[in-house]
């Protein structure tokens, strides 16, 4: 059975702490994404990665970067987070078609607290 | 730049009812997704449209992609309590980028 998964469902951060969020899938995908999920916005894509070490920025990385070492394994770094970051953190991947649209897999994600 | 808009926002009815639900853009996609997600859960994806006109069905949900290739819709057949949940369209922007749209939260009540 196709699974992502992510290191917490949870978490609650101070303002400037740095904050890391790990997503491990057991699929060999290729591409790995960080979204944020915020009501009324939908989801942004932060980064994505489509091989080891590979990494594009998304619509909204401020404040954030990425770390993609492994292939299986894509992690997410708030630098010094802030309230403003305080969001549902969705990890996905997908393997390559070649079609514009792959089945993305997601994990559960994380809410995070930012106080 | 490109957005998917949805409507509507919410949506309340009751078990055995009808509704559909709308994705719209201003931008021409090559082929639209379909995903629902449940509370406390990540999207899954229900469906994959490629064809401009085409319709697709799912037991009781059919999708349908617009001619031009800008506008979906999901239309869901007597409602079931199981089919809550926040539903959300995606399209292809550019290479390994997806646009979702803002979601569609739907609430079957028995």
């Known amino acids: 059975d196709v699974k992502v998964t992510q290191s917490s469902r949870y978490l609650v951060k101070r303002t400037g702490e740095k904050v890391f969020l790990e997503c491990v899938q057991d699929?060999?995908?290729?591409?790995m994404f960080w979204y944020r999920q915020d009501p009324g916005l939908g989801l942004r894509l932060i980064y994505f990665?489509?091989?080891?070490?590979?990494?594009e920025k998304g619509d909204i990385p401020e404040g954030y970067s990425v770390s993609r070492e492994k292939k299986e394994r894509f992690s997410l770094i708030l630098e010094s987070a802030s309230t403003n970051q305080t969001s549902m953190y969705l990890c996905?991947?997908?393997?390559?078609?070649?079609?514009?649209?792959?089945?993305?897999?997601f994990g559960p994600g994380t809410r995070l607290l930012v106080l | 730049t490109q957005l998917l808009e949805q409507s509507p926002q919410f949506l309340s009815i009751q078990e055995g009812e009808n509704l559909t639900v709308y994705c719209n853009s201003s931008s021409v996609f090559s082929s639209l997704q379909w995903y629902r997600q449940e509370p406390g859960e990540g999207p899954v994806l229900l469906v994959t449209?490629?064809?401009?006109?085409e319709v697709k069905k799912l037991k009781r949900l059919t999708f349908q992609f617009g001619d031009a290739r800008k506008d979906s819709s999901l239309h869901i057949t007597a409602a079931q309590p199981g089919d809550t949940g926040l539903y959300l369209c995606?399209?292809?922007?550019?290479?390994?980028?997806?646009?979702f749209g803002t979601g569609t939260r739907l609430k079957v009540l028995a």
């Open positions: 990665s489509y091989d080891v070490k590979m990494k």
């Open positions: 996905a991947s997908s393997s390559y078609t070649g079609q514009d649209l792959e089945t993305q897999y």
């Open positions: 995606a399209g292809a922007s550019g290479t390994y980028k997806y646009i």
């Open positions: 699929m060999d995908h290729e591409n």
């Open positions: 449209v490629v064809t401009g006109g």
